[in-house]
């Protein structure tokens, strides 16, 4: 049975559809991306999972319970990183943690050592004492990320984790996620790192205005929608234009970037010598093997980081 | 899967709960409360202090400067009273009004929009009633330590000649109740900061009008009949009655005005929960 089933899951706001219509199953211990440029509507399919936003329209059910009519039964297994810091500002760090803790209605002898533990593993073991306001923004977020394991959730919705983190603290929450995940915990994430994606997601969606234009596993995705290889290649930003027409021949499918020119074929190098036989001179070239990143490019036409 | 983990003993309860509330409460505003005492234990003082110090000056400022223009006025029962005694209840009940609206109208807005504090909440197991409970009893505490604040001020001034005077303060808790529960409802309605500006524009002409700095006998009674329809001056008349001690057929209806005004704040406030919290 999955533990989350969207069917025709739809929200608007006021003329304006956000989510439009997408139906999605999630099975328990998977780990679930979604994935969209900006707006798509992936924060606004979060939120609706925690019961916090209204549908318009369609059936959701987490754990087999709607989380409309039963939001806080269906919290008491979430945990929720949503993408902006909500912490409560008035309070220090370990507070909030314990008072979040509260809001479930844990025990204080509970939420004690678990606030200590937590705030060692968000590494803000000496700040415990400091007010929200006087921390950085990536230990606001580091905050954010304990305080949403505060009640061993079973299912951890995570809205862009990582965005602000240094990347030490990203490969420890990378760790904690994997380590979560081995103990049955799903995971329901969205990112605009690629790399996180590949490394976290069993399975994905990618959405776009608020339609799901894609799914599948990561490596399916990028057999499916791109090349094996690709020959990323840089003339400057005058010549790349004029540079178009030429390459085009060449392969199957190119992509112009402002900055570069990518060009998609299973066998790069070969491609690479030929650009270079012919005296074309990019400033400067790569062969890289596919990867999410060059899906995301093909579905929706736009480049992951806006 | 057998349900096991820190969790289980809540889940199990929160199943457990009637379909009624429809996923709206979960029997945890006490968490909510405990929330509002720590931040006041960490916040400094002064924040709580002005709230106290509002009436005290307008007190100063219109019962002894125009009191000194003005001498006795007469008093509920008839019997001459001095102006600061005319007025220090109503500022009471005028205090007890401009504190449940700040709390229910302006904080709650602030706290939904830009500090996010109902949405962290939100995303735990409590329900929106649960947070709306909980932040109306804590500000009616608030109001209860101004009301007390005050209370004192006044008999240390002399301004109260009856034992009866004990009673404001549940009786400013119940105005408190009254206005915060329909500032919450409003709120609902609220959707930017310029829309928070009105409600001066109708709390000012209230209290200006409402027989607090002067009896309604100086207007003509149609106008005078429209302010006995609005709720501060049954709090004021009321205020000032219990502050001598002297009771007519009119007191029960105050009360009475204000229970109504309270269920149907709460009633409405209620139904509004969810475009309140859950956009
Ligand atoms: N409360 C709201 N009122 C009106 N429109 C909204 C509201 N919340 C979101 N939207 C709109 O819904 C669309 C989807 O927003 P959402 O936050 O879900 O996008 P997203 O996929 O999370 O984007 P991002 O990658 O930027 O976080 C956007 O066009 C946004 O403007
Ligand atoms: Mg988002």
């Known amino acids: 049975m999955s533990v989350i089933e969207a069917r ?39 939120r609706m999972i925690g019961g916090t936003s209204l549908r318009t329209d369609g059936t959701l059910t ?68 400091a007010k929200v306001s006087a921390l950085s923004g990536g230990m606001k977020r580091r905050l954010t990320i304990a305080r949403g394991l505060v009640n061993e959730p079973r299912i ?54 608020g339609r799901i234009v894609a799914e599948g596993a ?58 270079n036989r012919r005296g074309l001179n990019p400033l400067t070239s790569l062969v890289r093997r596919s990867s999410l990143e060059d899906v995301f490019l093909r579905l929706t036409g736009r480049s992951l980081i806006d | 899967m057998s349900d096991t983990g820190v969790m289980a003993p809540i889940r199990e309860r929160l199943g457990r709960r009637p379909a009624q509330f429809g996923g709206l409460y979960a029997g945890n505003a006490r968490a909510v409360i405990e929330r509002g005492f720590r931040v006041i234990r960490t916040q400094n003082w002064g924040v709580i202090a002005t709230g106290f110090f509002e009436p005290v000056f307008y007190l100063l400022a219109m019962g002894m400067g125009m ?70 009893f804590m500000a009616l505490f608030r109001g209860l330590l101004y009301a007390i604040g005050f209370l004192a001020v006044i008999t240390a001034m002399g301004l109260v000649t009856s034992w009866w005077a004990l009673a404001m303060i549940p009786v400013a808790l119940l105005i408190a109740l009254g206005f915060a529960s329909l500032g919450m409802a409003v709120t609902s309605f609220m959707k930017s900061f310029q829309q928070l500006d009105l409600v001066p524009v109708v709390l000012l002409p209230m209290f200006l009008l409402s027989a607090t700095l002067f009896p309604i006998t100086v207007y003509p009674e149609p106008l ?27 007191t029960l209806g105050h009360v009475a005005y204000f229970v109504v005004m309270s269920v149907i704040g709460i009633t409405a406030a209620s139904l509004r929960l969810r475009q309140l919290f859950l956009r």
């Open chain 2, 224 to 250: 005078q009949w429209g302010i006995m329809a609005l709720p501060l001056w049954h709090g004021v008349e009321l205020m000032r009655q219990l502050s001598v001690g002297y009771f007519d057929g009119e």
């Open chain 1, 156 to 209: 951890l919705l995570l809205d862009e984790p990582t965005t602000g983190l240094d990347p030490q603290a990203r490969h420890i929450l990378w760790d904690r996620l994997f380590r979560l995940k081995e103990q049955g915990v799903t995971l329901v994430l969205t990112t605009h790192f690629m790399d996180e994606a590949e490394q976290l997601c069993d399975r994905l969606v990618v959405i776009d205005h």
């Open chain 2, 67 to 136: 009191g000194a223009l003005v001498g006795a006025v007469p008093g509920p029962d008839g019997q001459p009273i001095s102006y600061a005694m005319y007025i220090a209840p109503a500022l009471l009940a005028t205090s007890a009004m401009n504190g449940a609206i700040y709390d229910s109208v302006n904080n709650v807005f602030f706290k939904l929009r830009y500090s996010k504090l109902y949405e962290g909440m939100l995303q735990t197991s409590l329900g929106p009633l649960d947070v709306a409970l909980g932040e109306i």
């Open chain 1, 62 to 129: 987490v754990l087999g319970l709607d989380p409309e009519t039963h939001g806080p039964e269906v919290r008491a297994s979430l945990g929720v990183v949503p993408q902006q810091d909500s912490l409560d500002e008035e309070l220090r760090a370990r507070d909030n943690l314990i008072v979040y803790g509260r809001y479930f209605g844990l025990p204080m002898d509970y939420l004690k050592p678990k606030a200590d533990e937590l705030l060692e593993f968000a590494q803000l073991t000496e700040k415990a004492n």
């Open chain 1, 218 to 275: 990561p490596q399916a995705l990028i057999r499916q929608y791109s090349t094996r290889e690709v020959v990323e290649v840089r003339f400057g930003s005058a010549r790349n234009a004029e540079m178009e027409g030429v390459l085009r021949e060449m392969t199957d499918r190119i992509e112009v970037l402002p900055d570069r020119i990518l060009l998609y074929d299973d066998a790069g190098e070969a491609l690479l010598d030929e650009i």
């Open chain 1, 8 to 46: 025709g899951l739809t929200k608007k706001f006021g003329d304006f559809t956000a989510v439009d219509a997408i139906s999605f199953e999630v099975a328990p211990g998977e780990s679930f991306g979604l994935l969209g440029p900006n707006g798509a509507g992936k924060s606004t399919t979060m």
